[in-house]
Nanobody, 123 residues
Framework: QVHLVESGGGLVQAGGSLRLSCAASGLTFSRFVMGWFRQGPGKEREFVTA?????????YYADSVKGRFTISRGNAKNTVYLQMNSLKPEDTAVYYC???????????????WGQGTQVTVSS
């Protein structure tokens, strides 16, 4: 059974940083694209970033986070990270880790999901 467990969320002031982690189990980690999505209050779930272990591990970012967020993966630990810098109040959301077999940006095409971790950015 696949499990994705996020951690690292919390409350931070605007301009601050947080690092989210997602520990995966029950899947061959290196064969999956790992992505981060977020869902703000009253909003639909949106793509944030994703990274594969192929295509030179080159990540893809939503325009709204490009230059501020960095995704990385540690295959030895079956963990994917999201370093978030220069946080803004509009980054406030529940952040979800997800796994997919193919490189996609649509939430519907991800096979497995974590339970989410809350990130709140105060102004």
């Amino acid at each position: 059974q696949v499990h994705l467990v996020e951690s690292g969320g919390g409350l931070v002031q605007a301009g601050g940083s947080l690092r989210l982690s997602c520990a995966a189990s029950g899947l061959t980690f290196s064969r999956f694209v790992m992505g981060w999505f977020r869902q703000g209050p009253g909003k639909e779930r949106e793509f944030v970033t994703a990274i594969s272990d192929w295509t030179s591990g080159r990540p893809y970012y939503a325009d709204s986070v490009k230059g501020r967020f960095t995704i990385s993966r540690g295959n030895a630990k079956n963990t994917v990270y999201l370093q978030m810098n220069s946080l803004k109040p509009e980054d406030t959301a529940v952040y979800y880790c997800a796994a997919a077999q193919f490189f996609r940006t649509s939430a519907g095409e991800y096979d497995y999901w974590g339970q989410g971790t809350q990130v709140t950015v105060s102004s």
